[in-house]
């Protein structure tokens, strides 16, 4: 049912109609108190002109995403919903390529009608602003800094216990199997494919939150080195490490993957760290991580990817959450593996799974909403609103995948060290039925 009352909502309605090539997928509430189309569902509000300007100023994803951290665009109701409502239109084919002379024309009309054309906004505070050449050390920092530096408080009120920031493995379906169980899960599924084994070495290149590290050391009896350029991550491991009594057995460190000197280790892990490293380091990435395996010693690489038509993170991602993050196909990661030296063994897609992840995330973030502004305020709290709801759709889409690859530095005579006969490590029995991570 539309709703076509007067006002500035109309005028809109009518402008966005005309770009879209169809009808209005949300409700719309104008800065005069006017609304236009459907009444069911989420609504879009523009609570100033200057909403309207900064997608003058940016006709795309980043002035929209300026609008809704700065506040002066927001949404009623589910934002998952109406974003799929946008996208299933881009699936369509809409908006229509490009706009005749004329209705660029009205257009303008419109704007200086509604008292919208201006200066250019500032960008929001939460913007990030990096310096520097891409991906050298320093700015690598500076953009690590941006996302994981949040607080570690922050990541405490959103995250599971162990405080592990990727993708969980769902091994069980049912009621009483929560995230905490699936994020432990994914972890005993990465030492397993490791095949950790007590005294073995365990490199974790961009450990995080110390989740792996932790979890090998105490369930598997390895000796795990963990390497971060997040200073709120790495004092978080270093207690963690204190809290737990593990000195003997956990080494966190403040350092880049390239510094890295005491190879070889016998097993190597990298969870979703690889997105951050940049398409034109890769090899030097993929490189290193052959180097510090041993001959006939394991990596297990964690990576999100896209497809080759949309690299990189998005102008929101790459602006807001990730400053620097590429993306590439699955296709093209196997490929500077397979350069490196490294032998691919195997290759598990979990994109299901990070749907159920981030909503979980996103979850947690709703529930906890008040607390969440209260420790970082409103605009970063509104940048991980868009960003989880946008990133579930995005795995639900298959617009954006995961995938678990394992992979062995050969021995000079071309061994790989592994079984001949394939077993199944996705068989978690003695994990999924509990126990602390």
């Known amino acids: 049912m539309q709703d076509r009352k007067t006002g500035h909502a109309a005028v809109l309605a009518d402008v966005v109609e005309r770009v879209l090539g169809t009808a209005l997928p949300v409700g719309l509430r104008a800065w005069d108190g006017s609304e236009a189309g459907p009444s069911d569902g989420p609504r879009v509000v523009l609570r100033s002109p200057h909403a309207l300007r900064r997608l003058l100023w940016n006709p795309d994803e980043l002035g929209l995403a300026r609008a809704y951290v700065s506040g002066d665009l927001d949404v009623e109701g589910d934002i998952t919903t109406g974003l799929r409502r946008f996208w299933a239109l881009a699936r369509a084919d809409r908006p229509r390529r490009g706009l005749t002379v004329s209705e660029r024309v009205a257009l303008l009309r419109t704007a200086i009608r509604l008292g919208v054309l201006g200066p250019r906004p500032r960008p929001p505070a939460e913007e990030a602003r990096l310096a520097g050449g891409l991906h050298t050390r320093r700015r690598d920092r500076a953009a690590i800094a941006h996302h994981y530096d949040l607080s570690n408080e922050f990541y405490q009120l959103v995250l599971d216990p162990s405080m592990a920031y990727s993708c969980a493995y769902w091994a069980v379906e049912g009621p009483g199997y929560e995230l905490v169980d699936a994020q432990r899960d994914k972890l005993e599924l990465i030492c397993r494919k490791l095949d950790l084994r007590p005294g073995m070495r365990l490199l974790d290149v961009g450990c995080g939150w110390g989740s792996l590290l932790l979890y090998a050391a105490r369930h598997h009896g390895v000796h795990a080195t963990g390497v971060t350029l997040s200073r709120q991550q790495h004092a978080h491991v270093s207690r963690r490490i204190t809290e737990l009594g593990l000195r003997d057995a956990v080494e966190v460190r403040l350092q880049d993957y390239r510094e890295i000197s005491d190879a070889p280790f016998d097993a190597v892990a990298s969870i979703e760290m690889g997105e951050h490293v940049g398409e034109q380091n890769y090899p030097v990435y993929a490189s290193t991580l052959h180097r510090l395996l041993r001959p006939a010693g394991r990596l297990l690489l964690q990576q999100m990817s896209r497809g080759a038509t949309a690299p990189g993170g998005g102008a929101f991602i790459e602006s807001y959450v990730a400053p620097d993050m590429t993306m590439r196909p699955l296709s093209r990661t196997l490929a500077h593996l397979e350069n490196a030296g490294l032998e691919i063994r195997d290759v598990h897609a979990l994109r299901e799974h990070y749907v159920r992840t981030v909503r979980e995330w996103a979850a ?74």
């Open 364 to 437: 947690t973030l709703e529930r906890r909403w008040d607390e969440v502004v209260a420790l970082v305020g409103e605009g970063q709290a509104r940048v991980w609103r868009l960003y989880l709801a946008g990133g579930a759709l995005a795995f639900e889409d298959n617009r954006m995948g995961v995938d678990q690859i394992l992979a062995v530095r050969p021995t000079t005579d071309g061994a790989s060290g592994m079984p001949w006969h394939r077993t199944d490590p996705l068989a978690l029995d003695s994990a999924a039925s509990g126990g602390d991570t």
